[in-house]
């Protein structure tokens, strides 16, 4: 058997062995990297739970939005940020700029983040 024969032979025979691949025209990868596909392997249609959760359903879950921590931080965050705004006319009597961007960046910017951040 020559060269030519056998690299024929052999492409042969791994196409043979190569079975046919299962895809449709216009469908993606049945692969997943972020938990949306087939291969994920909570998406067979169970409803799972973790009682160690923060999130999951029930009282017994580790948080609860809004709890009374959580108001007492974010109005703590309130009433700290309105103490530092007042200093803020005085910043600018004196064209102190700096102080005034510090004071605006420092604390007061928890202000722009919705309140869900817990201590």
């Known amino acids: 058997m020559d060269r030519k ?3 024929q032979a ?8 190569v079975g046919p691949a299962i895809a449709s ?3 993606g990868a049945k692969f997943s ?11 067979l249609g169970e409803s799972l739970y973790s009682p160690y959760s923060p999130f999951g359903p029930g009282d017994d879950r580790v948080y609860s939005k809004f709890n009374d921590k959580e108001v007492k931080f974010n109005i703590g965050i ?8 007042t200093l ?9 700029w700096i102080d005034t961007v510090d004071e605006l960046t420092r ?9 869900t951040i817990a201590p």
């Open 5 to 7: 024969a056998f690299g």
């Open 25 to 27: 025209a216009g469908e």
């Open 33 to 43: 990297v972020f938990g949306g596909a087939a291969s994920e392997p909570y998406t």
């Open 107 to 115: 604390y007061v910017s928890f202000l722009k983040h919705p309140f």
């Open 78 to 85: 309130v009433t700290e940020s309105q103490k530092r705004l």
């Open 88 to 96: 803020i006319p005085a910043y600018l009597e004196k064209k102190k």
């Open 10 to 17: 052999v492409v042969g025979g791994a196409a043979a062995v």
